[in-house]
């Protein structure tokens, strides 16, 4: 009944993965390849969890 009060986990997963990526190619493309290689590290295992879920 209240089904559309509970949020989707891979919605926010989702979400966090873009957020990761978008942060990563600006980081790529300030020069800053230790943050780009981290923040790709952190896209790559939040994509992990989505695959888990079945999301993707």
Do not use: N, W
């Amino acid at each position: 009944m209240f089904s559309i009060f509970k949020s989707d986990p891979a919605k926010k997963l989702d979400k966090q993965y873009s957020e990761k990526l978008e942060l990563a190619m600006k980081a790529q493309r300030s020069g800053d390849i230790k943050t780009y290689s981290q923040l790709t590290y952190e896209a790559q295992e939040i994509y992990k969890e989505l695959q888990a879920i079945g999301k993707k």
